[in-house]
């Protein structure tokens, strides 16, 4: 009888580059969630991104579709990308968990959150992506994401739109998710939303550029990193 499987860390493969990753994400057991979704949503975007930046999970039509952000929530978040001064062609997108939870709600399919346990399961995806990618700077898109990178503590109502020091990347940031955004029952809110989501984008931009003397796509090795943020005069905090 197969053993019992808890973690995507069962199904890691031996060398890891974004390829092998995908390949072997599509395979994951990792925990219940790859019963009732179509497939694995893994992240996309180039292997030397700027800014990487994770969600929470795929939605209904990620999952159709197999890639990140393609669906209502996607469309927001290129608009605040651009609006940021960012490309989303530069830029690595992917998601806490890989798998859509959801459950019915007559013929639809009702995103439900992901438990905690299974954020942490699917975590060694997470881990393998920002090892392949190493972006200067990591954003959470909702809390989610921000509690999954910065710990159960972390508190995106207290902590929105501040550059903070961990250990994922140079810089990380937490912003709203555009699902939440879309979510805001009234327009006036639905807008302040979106501006401090372009905001917070716009402030990952201008410190890619500080830390990178470069757009987003183009960041260099690490070492032209720590050069360039060391004309800039920034430290790590
Ligand atoms: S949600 Fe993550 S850990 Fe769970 S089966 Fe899917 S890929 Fe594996």
Same mark, same amino acid.
């Given at each position: 009888?197969a053993?019992? %499987?808890t973690?995507? =860390?069962?199904?890691?493969?031996?060398r890891?580059?974004?390829?092998?990753?995908?390949e072997?994400?599509?395979?994951c057991?990792?925990?219940?969630?790859?019963?009732?979704?179509?497939?694995? #949503?893994?992240?996309?975007?180039?292997?030397?991104?700027?800014?990487?930046?994770?969600g929470?999970?795929?939605?209904?039509?990620?999952?159709?579709?197999?890639?990140?952000? #393609?669906?209502? !929530?996607?469309?927001?978040?290129?608009? !605040?990308?651009?609006?940021? /001064?960012?490309?989303?062609?530069?830029?690595?997108?992917?998601? !806490?968990?890989? *798998?859509?939870?959801?459950?019915?709600?007559? %013929?639809?399919?009702?995103h439900?959150?992901?438990? !905690?346990?299974?954020?942490?399961?699917? %975590?060694?995806?997470?881990?393998?992506?920002?090892?392949?990618?190493k972006?200067? &700077?990591?954003?959470?898109l909702? =809390?989610?994401?921000? %509690?999954?990178?910065? /710990?159960?503590?972390?508190? &995106?109502?207290?902590?929105?739109?501040?550059?903070?020091?961990?250990?994922?990347?140079?810089?990380? &940031?937490?912003t709203?998710?555009?699902?939440?955004v879309?979510?805001?029952?009234?327009?006036?809110?639905?807008?302040r939303?979106?501006?401090?989501?372009?905001?917070?984008?716009?402030?990952?931009?201008?410190?890619?550029?500080?830390?990178? /003397?470069?757009?987003?796509?183009?960041?260099?090795?690490?070492?032209?990193r720590?050069?360039?943020? *060391?004309?800039?005069? /920034?430290?790590?905090?």
């Open positions: 009888m053993t019992q %499987k973690s995507a =860390a069962d199904f890691l493969p031996d890891i580059n974004l390829k092998s990753l995908r072997a994400a599509a395979q057991r990792g925990c219940e969630l790859y019963r009732h979704a179509t497939q694995t #949503v893994f992240g996309a975007g180039p292997r030397r991104a700027g800014l990487l930046m994770v929470e999970m795929p939605g209904d039509q990620e999952d159709l579709q197999g890639k990140p952000f #393609v669906g209502p !929530a996607g469309r927001l978040l290129d608009e !605040a990308i651009t609006a940021a /001064g960012l490309d989303r062609d530069d830029v690595y997108l992917t998601n !806490a968990v890989k *798998h859509f939870r959801w459950e019915p709600r007559g %013929k639809r399919r009702l439900k959150t992901p438990s !905690a346990r299974q954020v942490e399961a699917c %975590k060694p995806w997470l881990q393998a992506e920002m090892l392949v990618v972006p200067p &700077i990591v954003v959470c909702g =809390a989610t994401a921000a %509690k999954a990178l910065m /710990g159960k503590d972390f508190r &995106i109502t207290q902590q929105r739109g501040e550059l903070l020091v961990s250990s994922w990347a140079d810089w990380t &940031i937490a709203h998710h555009p699902s939440a879309l979510r805001a029952p009234e327009h006036q809110e639905r807008e939303l979106r501006g401090e989501l372009v905001d917070d984008l716009h402030l990952a931009a201008q410190q890619l550029f500080r830390v990178t /003397g470069r757009p987003a796509g183009e960041h260099g090795s690490a070492r032209e720590r050069s360039a943020r *060391h004309r800039a005069g /920034g430290g790590s905090g």
